[in-house]
């Protein structure tokens, strides 16, 4: 049986106390800390660089999973694996020479990931997939947190997974964007094994360490069935 992830995103943390929410969601049992880096171009938000990397880092020994939703990212991969990451996540659409890129990642030791946009077909995938440890499928048009979920896209997760199997080697297949406990056990259904989740942890109105614990509840409930 997989197992499934648990990566809040501190994209939806309040900033002004980043380290006790990550903390605070750390001792509530979460797998992955999810770092959202954007850089005002490729989506249109500004959010954190390698400094916030390299704090988060000093905190917590949880594996940082850092999603590079910025143009050029092989201009940036060396710093960030020198701020702490443990996993970094590019676009395909913002590669053009792809798999230098996931080479790149890979020779500094890190865990190499590939996300696509919601509109992107998962054709794209298809020369990279074997050279990849994860693919995060975009459930939502990426830049901001607190989305509503794009129904249409539980179907691009399920042939992921079903692509992913029929190559017969692991990669975590990670689902960001719009994921909460009224869709988490539908994902888990689909094949998802890392479920990215923001606004549902850290805007829940009981606390993140509750909603986290409620969270992982209905996630081991549907990976049991």
């Given amino acids: 049986m997989k197992r499934i992830w648990i990566a809040p995103s501190v994209l939806s943390a309040d900033f002004a106390c980043l380290a006790r929410a990550v903390t605070e969601v750390a ?3 979460a797998d992955w800390i999810h770092v959202d880096v ?3 171009h490729f989506v249109p938000n500004l959010t954190f660089g390698m400094p916030i990397v390299a704090a988060l880092r000093r905190i917590t020994s949880l594996p940082l999973d850092v999603h590079l939703m910025i143009e050029a990212p092989e201009r940036y991969l060396e ?3 020198r701020a702490g990451a443990d996993r970094l996540i590019v676009h395909v659409e913002a590669c053009p020479h792809l798999h230098r890129v996931i080479q790149a990642i890979r020779g500094l030791g890190l865990r190499a990931g ?3 946009n919601p509109a992107t077909p998962l054709s794209a995938l298809e020369e990279i997939l074997p050279e990849v440890d994860q693919v995060l499928i975009m459930t939502v048009n990426p830049g901001f947190g607190g989305q509503a979920f794009i129904k249409r896209m539980l179907d691009k997760v399920r042939r ?5 199997d029929t190559l017969g080697q692991f990669i975590e297949l990670e689902v960001d964007g719009g994921v909460g406990p009224e869709n988490a056990p539908t994902l888990v259904e689909a094949g998802a094994t890392v479920l990215v989740a923001g606004a549902s942890i850290f805007e829940a109105p009981e606390g993140p360490a509750e909603a986290l614990r409620r969270l992982r509840r209905v996630v081991e409930s549907a990976h049991v069935k």
Avoid: K, P, T, W
């Fill in 27 to 29: 001792e509530a049992g």
């Fill in 38 to 40: 954007m850089d005002g």
């Fill in 79 to 81: 710093a960030f694996a």
């Fill in 114 to 116: 590939v996300a696509l």
């Fill in 160 to 164: 992921a997974r079903r692509m992913i």
